[in-house]
């Protein structure tokens, strides 16, 4: 969901989080603006961010808790948030120290000190959630606080993208007299230390409020956020915005709405369009008997016809994808384009498939989940069904089962094609290789390529600048593209859509994923 945003070499990143921590200790929180109500349609599926791995639950983490760094807007780099400054202290990047800044507290009035930041980063890891944060930190060894304001983090090995995964949700810090060490917290509350408190949370909405005890870098203009949930309902989220019962939509909205609203320029709504690298893709079972043969996979690859779903299925609102990189990430290439063509080719699919003696239809299916990865999946991936057997080759057809349901399924092997849609937690190309490629990836497909994990990724994460990996990521999406255990299909476009009285949506729809409601007005 970002643009390009490169890790800078040591002495960057050290220069800048030094100035950086010579601005204001205190942030503006006045919150004189008026309440802003919005509606999504994604869940939250959690409010303990040791557990929720999800862009509804980050959406909450980001203005609930606060992480050492964070990600300002539009920037290509973290930079301090409750830290007052944060540096490699080694050359090799496996010891990252941080300071805080004075007189934080959560919104308890209890004070924020390092012991919380280790707690927090330690019941991660103690807990380590299926649906949680902890998979990000495989390289974490542990934690130690000299004193109450310092924090040094030991890596097990050196990870240049450190930095960039404690600015995540990932990252958040919780207070230690709150949240249990080894499970997790079930009570629907969050306390934390970011511009927001939860001041409540339920099936249909949760309220926030302005945190009068933050300090940090946010500037808070609005005196709070009703977000009212939808649960897929896409219809009754567009009547709600053209009612007047909600200020703005985000994330929830059929393509064909935001298109047609786009396109009428309907009175008193303004549709917002940002930067994103959110990307889907088609995921292959690797030890299935069908999806498990190459051949099968070339001959889909061959005939998935990107422009046609996007232009019938999603209206323009997404694009293309022929990578595992999107566009705009370090190490981006055309590998899919390269090797298989943006045209559909029966021929060289069916040559495909003949090659490996398969002379009858291919029967398949497609699985799909009806709201996790945006609310056109299913007509999408009926749409990919219906250009597979339109070339005579296949049998294919789609089923879709509830989120949970689907998790479930595809960690036991049941699915042999199924689809993940990908939010990433930091706009690096190691975000988009290490978790499906890496060891206990999280796409669940049996694939594994000594190549990936024993030499491109553990050599890119020691490279401090980022621009020099372009390389190996372009290797990586070369192995990929031939061995197809998963089949890229789009990168999206970033859309809210308001009304006309409401501002600041420019400012939280960026590269960086996270959604600032402090950037929200309304007037």
């Known amino acids: 969901m970002r643009n390009q945003w490169l890790v800078p070499p ?313 990578s595992i990189i999107p566009a705009g990430i370090t190490g981006h290439n055309t590998a899919f384009f390269d090797t298989y063509g943006a045209r559909p080719s029966p021929a060289k699919a069916a040559q495909a498939l003949r090659a490996d003696g398969i002379t009858g239809k291919v029967k398949i299916t497609l699985w799909s989940t009806p709201v996790r990865y945006g609310p056109t999946t299913d007509a999408e991936l009926e749409a990919i069904a219906g250009q597979l057997n339109a070339s005579g080759l296949f049998d294919a057809d789609v089923k879709s089962v509830e989120f949970s349901q689907y998790e479930r399924d595809v960690k036991s092997g049941k699915y042999g094609v199924y689809v993940k849609g990908w939010v990433p937690d930091y706009p690096d190309p190691d975000n988009f290789t290490q978790p499906f490629f890496g060891d206990g990836n999280v796409l669940g497909n049996h694939y594994d390529n000594a190549t990936i994990t024993g030499t491109i990724i553990p050599q890119t994460g020691e490279q401090s600048d980022r621009s020099s990996t372009s390389e190996q990521y372009e290797q990586l999406q070369d192995i990929v593209a031939a061995q197809l255990p998963i089949l890229p299909v789009w990168q999206a476009k970033q859309y809210a859509v308001t009304r006309d009285n409401v501002y600041g949506l420019e400012n939280c729809l960026d590269a960086s994923t996270v959604f600032r409601f402090w950037e929200i007005s309304k007037g």
């Open 10 to 322: 040591i002495g960057a990143v050290l220069a800048a989080a030094l100035l950086a921590g010579c601005g204001d200790e205190q942030s503006d929180t006045a919150a004189d603006g008026e309440a802003v109500v919005m509606g999504m349609s994604d869940e939250i599926l959690a409010t303990d961010p040791a557990s929720g791995y999800d862009p509804g639950s980050w959406l909450l983490f980001n203005n609930v808790f606060q992480s050492l760094l964070s990600f300002p807007n539009g920037g290509t780099e973290p930079v301090p948030e409750a830290a007052k400054e944060c540096h490699f202290s080694d050359a090799a990047t496996k010891v990252y120290s941080c300071t805080l800044r004075p007189g934080l507290k959560f919104s308890n009035g209890h004070a924020l000190t390092s012991k919380d930041v280790k707690y927090s980063f330690d019941r991660t890891m103690t807990i380590d959630d299926d649906a949680g944060p902890a998979i990000m930190f495989p390289m974490l060894d542990k934690v130690e606080t000299p004193d109450a304001s310092t924090v040094v983090f030991r890596l097990k090995y050196a990870d240049a993208t450190f930095p960039s995964k404690i600015a995540s949700g990932a990252g958040s810090i919780v207070d230690h007299t709150e949240y249990p060490a080894s499970r997790l917290r079930t009570d629907g509350k969050a306390v934390g230390s970011g511009p927001y408190k939860l001041d409540s949370y339920g099936k249909s909405q949760a309220v926030f409020s302005v945190n009068s005890s933050y300090k940090g870098n946010a500037k808070v203009k609005n005196s709070g956020v009703t977000m009212k949930f939808f649960h897929g309902d896409q219809k009754g989220l567009k009547k709600s915005l053209l009612d007047g019962d909600i200020d703005l939509a985000y994330r929830g909205l059929a393509a064909q709405d935001i298109a047609d609203i786009e396109k009428a320029g309907t009175k008193g709504i303004d549709v917002v369009e940002g930067n994103s690298a959110e990307v889907q893709h088609l995921v292959f079972n690797m030890k299935d008997p069908v999806a498990g043969k190459l051949s099968v996979r070339k001959a889909m690859a061959y005939l998935l016809d990107r422009d046609a779903l996007i232009d019938k299925v999603y209206d323009n609102t997404t694009a293309a994808l022929y």
